[in-house]
């Protein structure tokens, strides 16, 4: 196995890996022959085009952490790994027929492969690497995880089309919602390229609502299905009690909806204030160490936490 001695050599390693996963999907038939040229016209699932019905569009796009929304229970339907997902559904050949991201970053790791060198030099030590099938289960798990290296390979893959194929699929959720799980258009908060939310009818039907989109998709989108995650959740508020502003949003997650069993996400709170926001949301008290915060490569210090300025 590769020996990772130090963290600028795993990220060459991890690097590495990424160059040779674009290289092995740009070198498919599929990519080179097809999804290479920005044409959404390619017949997929019996679809003549990319092009979305006027039932797969709504006209929300609101942002979910807003005050309006507090204390409404919330239903997500997210795309796992969008561009990942995009691909698989236009044609699974041009992903070498794998059923996750996961089985194809271990697949194309283990490969015997000898990728060019991009830089001309023919002799770096990022290029010898590439050639290697040896990379370690920890560089692997890595770049499995690492939503930014996933971005970077899939940037280089005709993003353009990507982008027209995600809406499409995106379409088809808010269609399969409206049409089978009895969701109401003006229930629908946002629609993004790889989400739509909705608000649920009362809390108390929370469940119902969250089991009828599961067994909607499960029913009408079954190619899809898999790279869908369906989270349930109430949307909570972390304010100051005096001067009520607001510091960031939780998403208290219901029926164990969460795709990582999570009990609460903390969402849009700025990185300077997390650690008080963070207290605060679980009742503990706020340290001298949380008002701490990296400003420019600098340690940098509030003078006085955010929940404890005074009424102006």
Known sequence: MTSIKSEPLFIN??????????HVLESTPAYKSDFSQNNSKATTGGASSYELRPTMKVNKNESVYSKQYVNKTIVSVDISSGNFTCLKYHDPSLLLNSESYRDMVEKIARMELAVPDSSGSGGDEESELIRKSDFSDAVIEYVIKSKLLRQVIFGHLNPKRQQVIQ????????????????VDRDRFIS????????????????????????????????ELAPNLKVEVFDLKCIEDDRTKRVAGYVKE????????????????????????AYKT????????????FMYEGMVASFKQSFFQQQQQ
């Open 13 to 22: 390693h991890a690097n590495a890996l990424a160059k040779k996963i674009r």
């Open 191 to 222: 629609c993004s390229s790889d989400e739509v939310v909705f608000i649920c009818r009362e809390s108390s039907t929370a469940r119902e609502d969250y089991e009828a989109t599961k067994n909607a998709i499960s029913a009408h989108l079954p």
């Open 167 to 182: 809406k499409f699929l995106v379409g088809l959720v808010i269609e399969t919602l409206v049409d089978h799980a009895g």
């Open 253 to 276: 997650f219901l029926f164990n909806s969460h795709s990582k069993g999570q009990a609460f996400e903390i969402k849009s709170v700025p990185g300077y204030l997390f650690a008080q």
């Open 281 to 292: 949301y679980l009742g503990l008290p706020i340290e001298d160490n949380d008002l701490c």
